[in-house]
């Protein structure tokens, strides 16, 4: 039986590394889309001697420094100009970067499984990022190796979680680089500020104490890289130039960048129930369910005053985790649902998805442990939460790699193929900037014509041949498939 359970774990692992395998190939070679292209304005330009900046194509369309707009940081873009500067081709090396962090993310979460309840732990925990669908908004996470920092904080956040017990320090470090892959990584602080009380000995007063004395230093560590980058920001821009940078950072992490209508409570949580490869429904009923047993798990197994050290340190760090995982998926979906102002695009949560579901999948699993042991109703509703949650997982996995072998409309190899004629045009003519008319599908075809990207209604791109995928109204400067380069309009 053992050699038997031996062969189906290995089994399963295997065929897990191929669907992981098969979903990143898929994504280096998915289409470009317009976040990313704007995300690798800022590498290309450091690269050419701008400074760390971006194309401006939402900031006025001209070079802009520490643009607030590109809200996937320096954690992300830094090694990204690294890897350009060694590749021939910028976008399969920038789409690296990202797909690491994938490897990372999933390695952290079978660790973390594999700690907490064994290697079944760690295979289940690994899978359950495969179950996320984040294609259906037009604002999407396409796949792992999307230019984006939703991924790298996702990865950094876990790997804060592994080292958090007996490295508080570079946690905090690891928790300060997520927030530098993107910002709203600064939603986990509860998170790991409770995670540190928990791990803290004593009672009371003297709990809170001994907290503090360890939550100073990777305090000051989750800070040092935003004050690196807000220091070489302020020495870049000057003092008048960087007091306005931060008004506008302050009025896009307020505003969200976006206009769209208010958003409700129930349209928020509607969507992220559909962000899985599974009906709604059912990701609903295996949610609620890992968490009961997950709640019910930690109830039974309440210290006693008998236990051994062993199982006491073993019941802390579940407890750690599950209160990690707890307040941090709140934190985010909590911040999400009740921001109205934010869309339907369950982008914006997705960290907070991905770094902390899993670990409540893992506590889950120990609860089923615990509730095995506690008699017929307790083992019942412990069989039918395994057997759910297997379910769903073989469900959406499958989903993942049915959607992911369908045919596509559009690649990078499609892409550069119609962009062809449009880049020779920008070598043979020396155009420095394309405007993108409108802002979405024109962005990324100018990034890969190797011009800088602005936007057609700004006032500097007045003189600016535009790329549309529409009919020209004026002249048509080069066209390359679906997309065409038209002159100026006449002032």
Sequence with gaps: MRFARTIAFWTLAAGLLACNVIVMQHSLTARFWEDEAFNLTVPLNLLAGLGYSSDGALSGSTITPFDPRISTGPTVLLPVAAVVALCTDPVVGARLVPLTFWVLLIAGLALLGARSVGRWGALVAAAVPLAFNGVGSISPIQGPADLLGEIPAAALLVWALIVLPRRAWLAGLLVGLAV???????????AFAVALWVLAPGNGLQRLIETIKRAWLPLILVGLPSALVELAAFVSLGFDAYVEHLRELVRFVRGGGQHFAPTTVTQKLETLAGAWFVPAGVAAATAALCIIVAVLGLVFARPSHDADEARTCQNQHILMLASAA??????????????????????????????FFPVIVIVALWGVRVLYTRGTVARVLAVGATALLCTSLAWSVTGHIAQTTQPRGETLATQRADVEPIREWVERTGTEWIAADPWGAAVAPIVLSGAHVGLWDAPAMVDVPRLTGAACETEVLVEGGRYRVCAAPAG
């Excluded at 707890?326 to 998805?353: E, N």
């Design 326 to 355: 707890g307040i941090g998926s709140l934190t985010f979906i909590g911040w999400w649902a009740t921001a109205a102002h934010t869309p339907l695009w369950v982008r914006h949560p997705a960290p907070g998805v991905l770094a």
């Design 180 to 190: 530098q892959a993107k910002l709203i990584a600064l939603l986990a602080l509860p």
